[in-house]
């Protein structure tokens, strides 16, 4: 298909964004933090892309593929003439390489786990092959992908970071340091990276979407502290401060019209829920699980963080495919909650513990939900851990609520199974998985694996029915509360140009760098 | 001269003991120091009494549909916090907290320092060795790194907290007073002590410690911001004092970005901690003066 | 002999007619400014210094004799201290009158001072030549290179030796002869009209004493600077003054010529201060008749070591004290004499348990060093010590009654009652009031704080008192009065003393016998007659001959200059001093050869 | 002075390994696991497990331990879990930053606290000494976050004079710098004062005055070069605290230094970083008292190495 540009882009021209944190690595096999995720996917390419600003797949280093009938061959046609950015071109052999990288152990990737459904994934990971069976390279043009079952989540997989196509020489040649010195077929080429300080991307001249990306240059500056950032973006030295508004400045921004104006609000593939380990008693009684869903004031949470985020009643985000529209959950009701709790055996309440992060607003949220509980009769103690802690103390099953504020669920790719599995399946209930609740229902998972297995497109509707079922039956055992789907405020600078879509991108936070522009060129 | 007074108290010398409290009592610093850190007690002390709202009340008025917290107002006097909590009354319950970590922690940790470097100072030889290379190597260790494991092994709780603070504070004082112990030892007036007689205890308890004290009291007393500051570090990293329990040093950490929206949520508790730092050294450096007989009239 | 020009801005040295006074101090009251009001420090002060004069100020400790002078050079501790009455005129002017920036440009250019601690008055951690070469940048325009060459040059005229290699050395590397050698090229660099010495020999020994003054003498005639001496050394005063004038509790008493005020005292006070000097004579005189020892030194040494290198093995030691041998006994004084350094005080440290030592000390035939807890305490008992430095061995902290009690304490004798009683018995025994017993060591003066000391010291019934350097700090009439106490006691009680001291005028007073020390070794010991009319030791000789003799009219006979620096008691391992053999010339006479 | 160099260098080595040596057992036993960290959220078990094992985390302790010690001999510091980087590289690509606004820091830190001290010794007891010492009181109770802050917002923000935020030139550092100095300088005040005092009342100040030397040169000449010893063991324990703390300042005004490496770590338990900083730092901490040692016969003659 052709590429859409927009009639009003003016190629050219550099803009600086901020981050807090370091970049830890542009590495794609290896980097899953939200900040370089979006980075990582202006450097490198993967066969799947999304269409800017959606939800939408669309080949990206594929030109085009095909699906076996029995769903389990899918057999890319490359795009011709790609460069990397060392001026090699990309071939299949490309891509068989760059997968068998990412899966090898040595590389230790965060995203193996991912590709689980290709034939042979499995031994590549107990180390028992170096290549990966199910990846076949046809021609110079085309690979062949086998499935060990039908997967319809396999074409966004594709499109996860970790899928890139990465030169093996430029590989090879950084000796360890790819992630320090990435070549990729992206929009953008690394230009200048000082660890702490900045990196720079330059525009990628020979990027294979003719007239992309409009500008010339971006310069994210790492280090700095959101409220500073705020300062200097209204001082015209930042266009994007990529943590976002912090807490502090929002309501100045929201007063003042000028600035407001500038202020994008999306929609974001996010939940913010509390866990209840349901193998531990009192949170081995559904009751006790209901009560809590019904003692949250959802409304004072979000009032509280600046009315940033939208009360939530089922784990999916309302973006998301599969969302329950009609799903009413369990409604605001505290003597609702306490009769529940007299009928499970606890009429007076009992004492517990909330885990949570300890960046602001997370503590803050415990608190308001700590306080909420005890109306109920619950007397939650909280536990505002670092980030490292809490993650610990939930796979280990320590904790017996956890607020998942910071550490929570964004999704990797834009499906309602990317919600289900780790963190309320079965598969993620065991010591150290990310399912805290340690909720597990046989029936649910069969479900999912059902739901997963209708890959071919003219059941997707009928899947996403599937899905919502399985996350209405979840929320009847109601593992977790879901409380509330963060919404996106993303402030830009006055000459920042672009559909406001590119600042909400749901894969491309905190903005689509490829399709922005910025109006003060000549 | 009393048996009693003579074993009780007999580290402050005896024309001193009857009138200390009554001549502090003359000097006007001294009385405002003991006044506010009386306050603070009392605050302390009385907390729910004194509180309009108990302290992790999240008052439904009390934050602006925004969820902005509340400028000080008749309702709130010192205004809300992000929660909408009253300031006045987590200030007022914060007092326990600052003032158990303020004055526990700190004076452990210098119990501590005080045990180490005079017993490494008096002692030499490989005991005063062993101790020294032990303090070099704490002060070679970055402190809250320290603070965070020992804090993230042990469950956070406010005695735990005061713990770890003495725990990792306590080198530089026992650098000074191992110094200081040392050129002491070297004074002639312990020669003379010995050359009657005298057991190292004693001398220890009725001629070292009491030269000791003023360097104690000005490190005493400028180690109360700061480890009351280093609470909030802590809490800052969740090794802390666990919310909602409220100190003055985590009311600042938590409000802090709002210093230009909110600024009562920094500057209140701040002031607070200047206060009570301050308070301490003047009665400090009032009991120093005038527990020292050389210092009279001097300037 | 070039010495400092002056600078215009300086004021000019003032024209003098004849015989016109430079100073002349007119009523002059000082006073201190006390809660209850002003109390006067000195009242009613006159005087007059002539050009080439050296008028002595002499009287009793803290009659007011450095309140003048720092009045004079106008370093009252203001406010606190301020003139309140007079004129101090230098010339025509009137110091009192000038404010801090005219003084400024007088003080060290025309009037300098020189204080009485040479260990204290010199800025440690400057050197030498920086601190002569800034007095004479601050009042002449020269450049840093032209005043470094008028500093060595002053270094010179003090007859320093090795002066180029002084000028980069800090005061610490100089002994204590040498610093006030500094202090004294410092004062004198300026040339100025008046020098003003504050006890300027008190702290040091005796031969050091002789140097010091004999110095003073030849420059004072080279320049012709005035000079005022402050002292309490009746032998410093007859030798140095033209003029003397006698101040007692603020006030002149008596002035004139020395040798009118020597020769025909005519106040009472006059008199007294004379009388109490010590003079030094033969040695005669009845001695106490020797009892049992007391205790016994077998062999003494004590060396310190210097540890160097990565493993800080020993590789010098300092031998403070080698193969010492002699006795104590009972109801004796011995005095031990000998220079700084010698290891007087180490000696002494030995016995008292201090300091380790090889060989044996034994206390009633018992050697000290395997003694067990019951019988150190019985040591701690019978040898009591008293320190030189009076305010150093008082905790300031505690108040003269607690001192006093504490040794009953430790070693739980009586009832809190009883101590008390005897702390007041003791007080008064030693010239004090009980009153006193609630004040602390700050509030007394040098002499009454010694006195505290030595009460301290009889609280336990001692049978050996050290007294090391006990009376050196103190001025005549208190030293007088301390030395008739302790020979009181000494009747009463039947003590026995272990004397240290370098003044061999008062060592000839107070004791039955004497050993000289030198570099750690004893090199002459008899009884006093033997040592005093018939000293063998060259050493001892010299000692003897450099005190001062309060005879105005007194020939020195020519001496020799001395080699100023003592050799060193630091040898390496396993070397050592060579050991001096004792031979009995007579009667217990002993000289090393 | 070369034994006593050797000697010190010897003492430091076992410090560095006691040193070293705690922190891989605290943070062997901290309720972390790194793996989960690097692993990530939708890592499966197995992907764990083989992570564990490229990273030889599954070995008993002391084996890890005899193993980073061999590298840390040969000067590696091992490798970032997170960053995937040699720990070294990225501590030494911080170090001249950290460096610089240390000395920077403790530059103005002596400048204000020295400043404060002396004034105050100066003019003891009057208003000026109660003003001075409440200051000090106040620098030390301040929040740096706040007072960084506030002097970003007002020199950089409103006055312009400094740049926001950044790092290279020398305007760039004064106000982080600032920030340090401010909240660090009330000890030396305190410090100084009471060093001052007591020079203040010494012989050879006196002596000083007799000369007729000006006001001016007698403090700076002969007090402040006798009361700053003490003041100098304080900076040997000052570049303790600012190699690794200066972590608050470092994020206000985006300086690339090591105490962001360290917090970013700490809170993700990049143990290998965990470990470079604090071996880095107490290096950095033992190599300062020693210069601050080694620094004392300059300023006092009297003190002998040894
Ligand atoms: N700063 C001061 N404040 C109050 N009183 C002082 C001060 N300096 C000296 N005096 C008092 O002034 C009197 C004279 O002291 P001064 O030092 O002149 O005595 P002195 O004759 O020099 O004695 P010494 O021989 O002991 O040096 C003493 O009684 C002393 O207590
Ligand atoms: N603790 C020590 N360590 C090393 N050397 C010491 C020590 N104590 C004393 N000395 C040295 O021993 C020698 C003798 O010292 P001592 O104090 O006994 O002399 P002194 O005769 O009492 O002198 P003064 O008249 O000055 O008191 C000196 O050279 C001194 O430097
Ligand atoms: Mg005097
Ligand atoms: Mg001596």
């Known amino acids: 298909q052709e590429e859409q540009l927009d009639p009003n882009a003016k190629a050219g021209g550099s803009i600086v964004i901020t981050y807090k944190d370091d970049v830890a690595t542009l590495d794609p096999a290896i980097g899953y933090d939200w900040q370089n995720w979006s980075m990582i996917k202006s450097v490198f390419d993967g066969l799947m892309d999304y269409a800017p600003g959606t939800t939408d797949l669309r080949p990206g280093l594929a030109e085009s593929y095909e699906i076996s009938d029995d769903l389990l061959t899918y057999t890319f046609k490359l795009r011709p003439g790609v460069k990397f950015h060392n001026g090699r071109e990309m071939t299949a052999e490309d891509v068989k390489y760059s997968f068998n990288r990412m899966l090898l152990p040595a590389t230790q990737s965060p995203g193996a786990g991912f590709f689980g459904s290709i034939k042979g994934a499995d031994k590549m990971a107990d180390g028992s092959a170096t290549e990966l069976e199910g990846l076949t390279v046809e021609g110079p043009q085309t690979v062949r992908f086998e499935l060990s079952r039908p997967d319809a989540t396999f074409l966004h997989v594709l499109a996860l970071n970790f899928a890139s196509v990465v030169p093996k020489e430029a590989v090879e040649a950084a000796g360890g340091d790819f992630g320090h010195q990435p070549v990729g077929t992206g929009a953008y080429k690394l230009g200048e990276w000082l660890p702490g300080q900045r990196v720079v991307f330059q525009k990628n001249p020979d990027y294979w979407r003719a007239g992309l990306p409009y500008l010339d240059q971006i310069t994210f500056e790492i280090g700095q502290e959101p409220v500073v950032a705020l300062l200097r973006l209204q001082n015209g030295e930042v266009d994007v401060p990529g943590d976002g508004i912090p807490p502090a400045k929002f309501q100045e921004v929201m007063s003042d019209p000028d600035q407001a104006a500038r202020v994008v609000e999306g929609g974001q593939l996010h939940t913010g829920y509390i866990t209840m380990n349901v193998t531990q008693a009192p949170f081995d009684k559904v009751e006790v699980r209901r009560a809590v869903n019904m003692a949250i004031n959802k409304d004072r949470v979000v009032q509280m963080i600046n009315n940033r985020a939208v009360p939530a009643n089922q784990p999916l985000p309302p973006s998301m495919p599969g969302y329950s529209q009609g799903y009413a959950g369990y409604p605001h009701d505290v003597e609702g909650a306490k009769k529940l709790l007299a009928e499970a055996g606890y009429p007076d309440g009992f004492t517990t513990e909330l885990y949570a992060m300890n960046t602001d607003p997370n503590p803050r949220i415990a608190q308001a939900i700590q306080q909420d509980l005890k109306a109920i009769g619950i007397n939650a103690e909280i536990r505002a851990l670092a980030q490292a802690n809490v993650i610990e103390a939930g796979g280990a099953g320590n904790a017996q609520m956890v607020w998942s504020g910071g550490m929570g669920w964004i999704a990797d790719f834009p499906d309602p199974s990317n919600f289900y599995g780790p963190i309320l399946g079965c598969a993620g209930a065991g010591e150290g998985g990310w399912n805290w609740s340690k909720y597990c229902n046989k029936d649910l998972d069969a479900a999912a694996q059902a739901a997963d297995a209708m890959a071919r497109p003219d059941q997707a509707e009928a899947r996403l029915k599937a899905w919502s079922a399985v996350f209405e039956g979840v929320m009847e055992d109601a593992p977790w509360a879901p409380v509330f789907n963060e919404q996106r405020f993303t402030m830009k600078s006055p000459r920042m140009g672009g559909a406001d879509a590119l600042y909400t991108d749901p894969v491309s936070i905190p903005i689509n760098y490829d399709y922005v522009y910025v109006t003060d060129v000549q | 001269m009393t048996e009693t007074s003579n074993t009780v108290a007999a580290a402050i010398p005896t024309d001193i003991r009857p009138g200390l409290f009554r001549r502090l009592m003359r000097r006007k610093t001294a009385v405002f120091g003991a006044g506010v850190i009386a306050l603070v007690v009392l605050g302390a002390l009385f907390a729910p009494q004194l509180a309009q709202f108990p302290p992790d009340q999240q008052n439904f008025d009390g934050l602006t549909l925004e969820g902005a917290p509340m400028p000080p107002n008749a309702t709130y006097w010192f205004g809300t916090d992000l929660l909408g909590r009253d300031l006045f009354s987590r200030l007022l319950y914060g007092a326990q907290t600052s003032l158990i970590i303020g004055v526990v922690a700190n004076g452990l940790s210098i119990l501590i320092g005080t045990a180490v470097g005079v017993t490494a100072g008096w002692r030499r030889g490989w005991v005063g060795a062993v101790l020294m290379r032990f303090t070099d190597l704490m002060m070679a260790f970055p402190a809250l790194l320290l603070a965070i494991c020992l804090a993230a092994i042990f469950q956070p709780s406010l005695w735990i907290v005061a713990l770890v603070i003495a725990l990792v504070n306590w080198v530089q004082t026992a650098r000074i007073i191992y110094t200081q112990t040392i050129s002491l030892a070297e004074r002639d007036f312990i020669a003379a002590e010995r050359t009657l007689g005298a057991s190292d205890w004693r001398i220890l308890r009725h001629h070292i410690l009491p030269h000791l004290l003023p360097t104690l009291l000005v490190w005493g007393t400028l180690g109360i911001s700061i480890t009351v500051l280093l609470e909030a570090t802590l809490s800052f990293l969740g090794v802390g004092v666990q919310p909602p329990t409220p100190s003055w040093g985590n009311i600042i950490f938590e409000n802090q970005t709002y210093f230009q929206s909110a600024p009562w949520l920094v500057f209140i508790p701040g002031a607070a901690i200047l206060l009570l730092a301050l308070a301490f050294n003047l009665v400090g450096d009032a009991l120093r003066e005038e527990m020292d007989p050389t210092q009279k009239g001097r300037g | ?593 | 002075m070369w034994a006593y160099l050797l000697r010190r260098l010897v003492q430091a080595v076992l410090i560095l390994l006691g040193v070293s040596f705690i922190t891989f057992l605290l943070l062997y036993v901290l309720p972390a696991d790194p793996v989960r960290q690097i692993a990530g959220r939708s890592a499966t078990p197995q992907v764990v497990e083989s992570i564990r094992r490229e990273l030889g985390l599954d070995q008993p302790f002391l084996v890890q331990y005899w193993n980073y010690l061999t590298g840390l001999v040969q000067g590696d510091l091992g490798r970032s879990y997170l960053q995937k980087a040699d720990v070294a590289g990225l501590i030494a690509s911080r170090l001249p930053a950290t460096l610089q606004l240390m000395a920077l820091a403790i530059v103005f830190e002596l400048i204000i606290g020295l400043g404060m001290g002396i004034a105050a010794a100066l003019w003891r007891g009057r208003a000026v000494d109660s003003v001075l010492m409440m200051t000090s009181f106040a620098a030390v109770s301040a929040p740096q976050f706040v007072v960084g802050l506030l002097l970003l917002y007002l020199f950089a923000v409103q006055l312009g004079w400094f740049p926001i935020s950044g790092y290279g030139t020398f305007s760039h550092a004064v106000l982080p710098a600032l920030t340090l100095a401010i909240t660090g300088s009330g000890w030396y005040a305190r410090m100084m004062r009471s060093s001052m005092i007591d020079v203040l009342h010494t012989d050879y100040l006196r002596t000083a005055r007799a000369k007729g030397l000006s006001r001016g040169r007698i403090v700076l000449r002969h007090a402040v070069p006798n009361a700053i010893l003490p003041i100098i063991a304080m900076i040997g324990i000052d570049i303790g605290i600012f190699m690794g703390g200066a972590v608050v300042v470092e994020s206000v005004f985006g300086w690339p230094g090591i105490g962001q490496l360290a917090w970013q770590a700490i809170q993700r338990v990049d143990i290998p970083i965990i470990m470079g900083v604090t071996v880095v730092s107490a290096v950095a901490i033992v190599l300062g008292n020693l210069l601050a040692d080694m620094i004392a016969p300059f300023v006092d003659p009297r003190i002998k190495l040894r």
Not at chain 3, 144 to 155: D, F, N, Q
């Open chain 3, 1 to 593: 002999m070039i010495l400092a020009t002056q600078t215009a801005g300086a004021p000019a040295a003032p024209v003098l007619p004849g015989d016109a006074p430079v100073l002349s101090v007119r009523d002059l009251d000082v006073s201190v400014m006390t809660p209850s009001g002003l109390r006067p420090l000195v009242q009613g002060m006159s005087f007059d210094l002539r050009r080439g004069e050296t008028l002595c100020i002499a009287g009793e400790s803290g009659s007011g004799k450095s309140v003048t002078s720092m009045a004079i050079m106008g370093l009252l501790p203001r406010p606190a201290v301020r003139v309140t009455g007079g004129q101090i005129l230098f010339g025509d002017e009137d110091l009192a009158a000038k404010g801090e920036g005219a003084m400024r440009r007088i003080r060290g250019n025309r009037i300098a001072m020189i204080f009485q601690e040479p260990m204290t008055a010199l800025n440690p951690v400057m050197q030498i030549g920086t601190q002569l070469a800034e007095a004479l940048r601050a009042h002449t325009d020269m450049g840093g290179a032209e005043a470094r060459a008028c500093a060595l040059e002053a270094l010179k005229l003090v007859r320093i030796s090795q002066p180029e290699r002084r000028l980069r050395q800090y005061p610490h590397e100089l002994s204590g002869g040498m610093r006030q050698r500094v202090v004294i090229a410092m004062a004198l660099a300026m040339r100025p009209d008046v020098l003003i010495a504050d006890e300027p020999t008190t702290a040091l020994d005796v031969t050091v004493q002789r140097e010091v003054l004999d110095l003073l003498r030849d420059l004072q005639r080279d320049t012709g600077t005035a000079v005022i001496l402050i002292t309490h050394d009746m032998g410093v005063v007859a030798e140095m003054a033209d003029r003397v004038l006698v101040m007692q509790s603020g006030r002149v008493v008596e002035q004139g010529n020395v040798e009118e005020i020597f020769r025909d005292p005519r106040e009472p006070y006059t008199r007294e201060l004379l009388a109490a000097v010590p003079r030094m004579g033969d040695g005669s005189g009845p001695a106490a008749a020797p009892g049992a020892p007391l205790v016994r030194f077998e062999d003494v040494s004590v060396r310190f070591d210097i540890r160097s290198g990565l493993l800080q093995r020993v590789t010098e030691r300092v031998h403070a004290v080698e193969h010492v041998r002699f006795d104590i006994h009972a109801g004796e004084t011995l005095s031990l004499v000998g220079e700084s350094g010698c290891g007087k005080s180490t000696l002494a440290r030995a016995l008292v348990g201090l300091v380790p030592h090889e060989g044996t000390i034994r206390l009633n035939g018992q050697p000290i060093r395997d003694m067990r807890r019951q019988d150190r305490l019985r040591l701690h008992r019978e040898v009591q010590m008293v320190f030189q430095d009076p305010m150093a061995a008082l905790d300031p902290r505690m108040t003269v009654g607690e001192l006093i009690a504490e040794p009953l304490v430790i070693h739980g004798i009586g009832s809190a009652a009883e101590r008390r009683t005897r702390a007041e018995d003791l007080m008064q025994r030693v010239g004090l009031t009980p009153e006193h017993l609630s004040r602390h060591p700050h509030e007394f003066s040098g002499g009454q704080r010694q006195r505290i000391c030595i009460a301290r010291a009889l609280a336990l019934n001692p049978r050996l008192i050290i007294a090391d350097e006990s009376v050196s700090a103190l001025d005549v009439s208190v030293q007088a009065r301390v030395l008739d106490l302790l020979a009181a006691l000494k009747r009463e009680f039947g003590i026995a003393y272990l004397f240290i001291s370098h003044d061999m005028a008062v060592v000839e007073n107070i004791s039955d016998r004497v050993a000289v020390m030198y570099l750690g070794q004893i090199v002459e010991m008899g009884t006093r007659a033997q040592v005093f009319g018939n000293p063998q030791h060259a050493y001892t000789r010299r000692l003897m001959a450099a005190v001062p003799v309060p005879d105005p009219g007194f020939e020195r006979p020519p001496m020799p200059r001395m080699a100023s620096e003592v050799p060193s008691p630091v040898h390496p391992v396993g070397q050592g001093p060579t050991r001096a053999v004792l031979r009995d010339v007579g009667g217990g006479h002993l000289v090393a050869a």
